[in-house]
């Protein structure tokens, strides 16, 4: 069986270290010597000022919205997880869809402006697939309104544009740790933010909003993570260049063994660092997919729609946004993950080959 994806686990001689330190300790969560030194890597990694670390990528995306204090519309890309758009709902906010660019699948900064309301207080997008957002032009349109920016990177860890870590964008950027991403904590997820206001009121509200035992700066909520998760990722960091690099290695061979097929892919080239998170193909049309992917799972391969349906086919409909749910019928995501060998590879690109010159038999 070839899943879609599967954790990456480091050697678990590795991990038990830290779990010795931790019982010694019996320290087990509320901001924890392993979280604080995961943070301070994390930084240094990343070559980011700030950055906090917290109980999940959804959270994550919860916080900012709060910090920021938005209210009313926000304006966002409806070809992302669910998480982006429910943590829009969860907040009371309500989100307006805009198109996405047909080569990256990323937000088209052209058709936001024409989405602005005096309801409007940001715009939440998403660095698809790990291909980042327009974020000089998202900027400059958020500057002349008045806007809020906040990217959800979930998919970007690692990348880079202009020298600098994607993270570095927006009012608010955030990133998940989940099981399945690149980089993970089993469950964890961080905000980067450069505004010490901002910064300052998540790193209270991550905690219930306490400031000491007896006093509270406001309301929170509770956005920690343990000593327990930050190992896994303390251990998972120095793993993360093999990681990086056998991503890299099993994308360009799926190209490669595909390069006679119709399927296209998103635009990667000209990304200054990409991080290979995902790779995802796009079909012709729907059934052709339909048909790939059920070939695949005779053969106990799973491919995923991902992401599939569009989020505007959620309750909160609103926008005319024609691109984004033609690719979400005709995106799969391959399987692909640190254990993946050469040879399931080029099993899956055979049967895709196979569906591709039997159409219309
Ligand atoms: C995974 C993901 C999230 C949610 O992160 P969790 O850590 O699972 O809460 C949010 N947005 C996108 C785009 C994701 O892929």
New binding site residues.
Partial sequence: MIPVTKPFLPPKADYQRYIDEIWERNWLTNNGPLVNELELQLKEYLELNHLLYV???????QLAIKALDLKGEIITTPF?????TS?IVWEGCQPVYVDILEDTLCIDPAKIEAAITPQTSAILA?H?YGIPCEVAAIEAIAKKHSLKVIY?G??AFGVKVNGKSIFDYGDVS?C???A??LFHTI???AVICQDPEVLRKMAYYRNFGHDGYENFDGVGINGKNSEFHAAMGLVNLKYLNQIFEKRKEQSLRYKELLANSTVKFPKIEGIEEYNYSYFPILFSDESSLLKSMKLLQEHEIFSRRY?YPGLNSLDYTSGNTPISDDLSAKVLCLPLYHSLTAEEQRMIARLLLRVQNNTGK
């Fill in positions: 109980t999940n990528g959804t959270i994550a995306l992302s997880y669910v998480a982006t943590s998403t698809v959800d979930a998919h955030t998940s740790f989940h399945t991403k469950e964890g997820g992401f």
